[in-house]
């Protein structure tokens, strides 16, 4: 039977119509009918295998680096907000590890291990995501899943309750009596400002996050920003004083903590991750929206972290390239040598300068202080 006429064919395969447009490359993607009889080792539509393909492409750097045993599992740690970037991320992963194991010889370079911090011990205007996280295991079998409360950060860094007492100063006081959730409330209300804020809670989260995967011995961990995000994080880091942080909050490499940080969703924009997760029903499921931003909110109560965001967001769509390149050329920093025993902020875990020496605090952190907000 001749091939059927097509009007604008897709630009990879030429095998069915173009349905999307990205990055002026026009391309096929699934439909609903082929969704329902999904299959793997079939043909992948090619807007699918564009997108997971520029995901892979990051994640073959998670092959075992050649230092690690033969036999011996390189183990990622893979914090999940059920916000869209990081669920499209395990999507991904996943895939790619249901591929390497339809093989006829398999061979796995490695093994996941999911951590949710439960989204309404964050905040309490999120629902309880209970109903999710079984989901969650039920869509993605293959591998491990833990789900805590923010206020588990005691459990797992004991010390952090010393370190929160001196941060907030004269105007705080810990009371041992009460439960850890009111202690973490109780701290958590004594910083003023909405940037101070969501700069404490992403230092605390990132802390809990880090223990979690060394007790767990894990080799890395993968973030799941986006190239936008990351984008409005550098944007927002240099404003907060936490320049000399990029190196690891938004490049690839090694933390101070000692463990690997990832981010392999630095190519993608937010709009093209949309489209993907759009392909993908069981993964809709589980992503919790994004709540439009209030447009009436006043720009003094929106944090730096927030406001960068929406820059980025709005005018990301307008001029991709300028976002890429924020993301790019902040990933080609070096992190300045520090010597071996060089003094590390006792709240964010970043390397101090000399100049920052009478205190326990960096001068960002410090800066977060409710004593002397600015
Ligand atoms: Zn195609
Ligand atoms: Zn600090």
Redesign the pocket.
């Known amino acids: 039977m001749p091939a059927k006429e097509l009007e604008s064919p897709c630009v990879d395969c030429g095998d069915a119509e173009f349905v999307v447009d990205v990055r002026s490359r026009r391309l096929c993607k699934w439909e609903l009918r082929q969704l329902l009889i999904w299959d793997p080792t079939s043909h992948r539509p090619c807007y699918e295998r564009y997108v997971s393909l520029k995901v892979l492409r990051r994640i073959e750097n998670y092959r075992r680096p050649k230092s690690v045993p033969k036999g011996q599992p390189y183990k990622l740690l893979l914090p999940l907000s059920f916000g869209l970037s990081s669920s499209v991320m395990l999507h991904a992963m996943n895939a790619q590890l249901e591929r390497q194991l339809s093989k006829p010889y398999p061979m796995v370079g490695f093994e996941l291990h999911v951590l949710v911090i439960e989204p309404s011990s964050i905040s309490p205007s999120s629902a309880s995501a209970e109903q999710r996280f079984g989901l969650l295991q039920k869509n993605f079998p293959r591998h491990s899943y833990k789900m805590l409360p923010f206020h588990s950060i005691y459990e797992y860094e004991p010390t952090v309750q010393d370190i929160m007492t001196q941060f907030a100063g004269e105007g705080f006081v810990d009371d041992g009596s009460l439960s850890h959730k009111e202690r973490l409330d109780a701290f958590r209300a004594s910083i003023t400002t909405a940037t101070a804020k969501a700069d404490v809670d992403q230092?605390l989260l990132n802390r809990l996050v880090v223990s979690y995967a060394k007790e767990l011995n894990c080799d890395a961990i993968l973030w799941g920003d986006s190239d936008s995000r990351l984008a409005a994080k550098t944007l927002a880091n240099v404003a907060k004083g936490?320049g000399s942080a990029l190196t690891w909050q938004v490049s690839d490499g090694k933390s101070p903590s000692g463990l690997e940080f990832n981010f392999p969703l630095r190519d993608l924009f937010q709009a093209e991750l949309h489209s993907y997760a759009n392909l993908i029903p069981e993964l809709m499921a589980i992503i919790i929206p994004d709540e439009p931003p209030l447009e009436n909110t006043l720009t003094k109560n929106l944090s730096i972290d927030e406001l960068m965001m929406r820059y980025v967001q709005t005018h990301g769509e307008k001029y991709p390239g300028v976002m890429a390149n924020v993301t790019r050329t902040a990933n080609k920093l070096q992190p300045a040598a520090v010597s071996a025993g060089a003094r590390r902020?006792?709240?964010?875990?970043?390397f101090?300068r000399d100049s920052e020496e009478q205190s326990e605090?960096?001068?960002?952190?410090?800066r977060s202080r409710p004593d002397s907000a600015c």
Not at 345 to 350: G, I
Request: glycine share 0%; with cysteine; hydrophobic share 55%.
């Open positions: 230092i936490r902020c006792a709240f964010c875990d970043a101090m605090f960096c001068y960002a952190c410090a």
